[in-house]
């Protein structure tokens, strides 16, 4: 069985940088799309990032340009690195994985086979 784990959530003000992890264990196949979504108050689920097993990346029109999405198939291990954080990015982040290689699009999530617990982001003004 798979499992997905995330830390490195926390609050930080307007401007600043957090960068989430995300562990994976349960197998050892580094060939699942992975990626990273979020719900705010309020609102429904949406897709933030995906990265293939190929390494291709695909971004939400908010944060493209501050967000980086990345992996280290050796550790098993999936990143996203936020950059200039709005308060309109405070969100409850989530890691998943789907089992092909390539990534469903960003509002596809029924299809991510797995899904991590969340980590709770906060941006203040």
């Known amino acids: 069985q798979v499992q997905l784990v995330e830390s490195g959530g926390g609050s930080v003000q307007a401007g600043g940088s957090l960068r989430l992890s995300c562990a994976a264990s349960g197998y050892t196949d580094s060939s699942f799309c992975m990626g990273w979504f979020r719900q705010a108050p309020g609102k429904e689920r949406e897709g933030v990032a995906t990265?293939?097993?190929?390494?291709?990346?695909r971004y939400a029109d908010s944060v493209k340009g501050r967000f980086t999405i990345s992996r280290d198939n050796a550790l098993n291990t999936l990143y996203l690195q936020m950059n200039s954080l709005k308060p309109e990015d405070t969100a409850i982040y989530y890691c998943?994985?789907?089992?092909?290689?390539?990534?469903?699009?960003?509002?596809?999530?029924?299809?991510?086979?797995?899904w991590g617990q969340g980590t709770q982001v906060t941006v203040s003004s």
């Open positions: 990265i293939a097993s190929t390494g291709f990346t």
């Open positions: 998943a994985a789907t089992v092909t290689w390539w990534c469903p699009g960003l509002s596809r999530e029924s299809e991510y086979n797995y």
